[in-house]
């Protein structure tokens, strides 16, 4: 688990160093749009609950109406929904940036997605957007583990992060790496995770914004103001 925990963190680190063009457009006072795609990881509630709080923070240091974004995934759809969609869904609305997360439901036994495939899938979006505009900035996201019986229908998630972070190093664009923290909140126990991920599987909104959110925002360096 250490040695897992240290990759992870060298990742990360390496990760960070891909300069995200997304801020340095915002100092420069011009307005980004941010696609979020992926899993109910990251729509509708669940999303909201840790993009509202990026989006708070953008403003905070860099003004009002310079960022808004658009979830754009689908609750129970994996990469091979998202390949299928990715036109309507991610270059249709012209985004400056894109988080993609579609680990955890690749790895649902039922769906039949290897993780050859799964990658297969997550290279062509990322191609895909690179296509669109070599400008525009692409984050990985490696969210929490599942629980329970849906862990049980996961029994080869870690192969699928482990994936994500071996193509954000591989296609040199940047790795949000959520993985650790939420690992450090299931060592104090199934009661202590489970009041921030009810159900076993998906963050509620005090993941959203006590986990989530703070990861992205220290990545995107928003906790150094030069103000």
């Known amino acids: 688990m250490k040695l897992m925990v240290t990759l992870c963190s060298m990742l990360l680190s390496l990760s960070a160093l891909c300069q995200s063009r997304m801020m340095e457009q915002l100092k420069s006072g011009k307005p980004q749009h941010i696609v979020v795609y992926g899993t109910s990881l990251s729509s509708g509630g669940n999303g909201r609950a840790w993009m509202d709080v990026v989006e708070a923070r953008i403003a905070e240091e860099y003004g009002d109406n310079l960022v808004h974004y658009t979830l754009a995934g ?10 299928k969609n990715f036109e309507d869904s991610v270059i249709a609305k012209k985004p400056d940036a ?6 955890m439901n690749d790895a649902f036994k039922e769906y039949g997605t290897s993780v050859a495939l799964a990658k297969l899938n997550l290279e062509y979006m990322i191609d ?4 669109y505009s070599d400008s525009c900035d ?4 490696v969210m929490n583990m599942p ?3 849906s ?3 996961r029994p080869d998630l870690s192969a699928y992060y482990a994936m994500y972070r071996e193509v954000a190093r591989q296609k040199k664009v940047m790795l949000i790496d959520h993985y650790t923290n939420w690992q450090n909140i299931l060592d ?4 202590v995770f489970r009041q921030y991920v009810p159900d076993g ?10 986990v989530i959110a703070p990861e992205i925002i220290e990545f995107l360096n928003l906790n150094v103001t030069d103000k």
Request: glycine residues 18%; aromatic residues 14%; charged residues 25%.
């Open 74 to 83: 689908k609750g129970g759809m994996w990469s091979v929904w998202g390949v």
């Open 98 to 103: 894109v988080f993609i997360e579609f680990g």
């Open 128 to 131: 895909r957007v690179r296509l």
């Open 138 to 141: 692409i984050f990985l996201q």
């Open 147 to 149: 629980i329970g019986k």
């Open 151 to 153: 862990a049980a229908f």
């Open 188 to 191: 104090q126990g199934e009661e």
């Open 201 to 210: 599987l998906h963050p509620n909104k005090k993941g959203g914004e006590e």
